[in-house]
């Protein structure tokens, strides 16, 4: 496993880090030394999660939703840190909602959680990153998949290929990377729990080139690798990680 000891005394910023692929990747920064910022709206288990790391993970209840919340939260971080030197927006929604029962409240919503968030993230962290500095969206392999009663979710997925192929040019001046990540399906606990039969097991492994279900912390390790000094000819891509899901 690299090691990526360059990012030891760095600062990162994470969204959606209380649990599943965000749990992952504060767990795996904050091994590696990092300092370890993270939100959620999941008060609980953000706060179990800092508690459990100790050092250098701090933790806010942010509602992403909200303008003047993401405000704060990056202000209050570059304040008491400086330079930031990365951004990871994971955090998002994904309903299973058919189309007849798509409201317009609902999918103005959905954006606001998914796209629109990660889009005032990067603007308010702006300022604040360091040259070299990574940012890291979220986007899907269901843009490629289109499963049904997903479309507002497709969507806004489709939509941060867009905004991450945008910044990455407009920040590149500055020595700043900007990379997605699309995850195929990920077996966090919310998955397991609530989506991923044995007949779905069965479906995604017939999917997949290799077989094997996919784990949080390997989602984590693209991202150590999309913040460290080993990507820095990297910007403007997409990085599937779905063991051949998709393949085009």
């Known amino acids: ?92 929604r994904d309903p299973r909602i058919a189309l007849k029962d798509v409201t317009a409240k609902a ?39 289109a499963p049904v009663q997903m479309s507002s979710y497709v969507a806004t997925k489709a939509a941060v290929i867009g905004l991450t192929r945008s910044l990455a040019r407009e920040m590149g001046p500055r020595r700043i990377r900007v990379n997605c990540i699309a995850p195929g399906w990920i077996m966090t606990e919310r998955q397991l729990k609530e989506y991923v039969t044995p007949a779905v097991k069965r479906q995604i492994r017939a999917a997949q080139c290799i077989p094997d279900l996919i784990q949080p912390e390997e989602v984590a390790d693209v991202a150590l690798f999309l913040a460290s000094d080993a990507s820095r000819a990297v910007t403007g891509q997409h990085f599937v990680v779905d063991r051949g899901w998709v393949h085009e």
């Open 1 to 92: 496993m690299a090691s990526y000891d360059e990012l030891a005394g760095r600062v990162v910023l994470i969204t959606g880090g209380a649990n599943g692929i965000g749990q992952a990747m504060v767990e795996a920064f904050h091994a590696r030394g990092v300092v370890v910022c993270f939100c959620d709206v999941d008060e609980k288990d953000g706060l179990r999660l800092a508690k459990r790391l100790g050092e250098r993970a701090e933790f806010a209840k942010v509602n992403l939703c909200r303008e003047v919340d993401i405000k704060r939260w990056v202000a209050r971080l570059a304040k008491r840190h400086g330079a930031i030197h990365a951004l990871i927006n994971n955090a998002a």
């Open 107 to 145: 999918w103005d919503e959905l954006f606001a959680a998914n796209i629109r968030a990660q889009f005032l993230a990067c603007r308010e962290a702006s300022p604040h990153l360091a040259k070299g500095a990574s940012i890291i969206n979220f986007s899907s392999i269901t843009i490629h998949t």
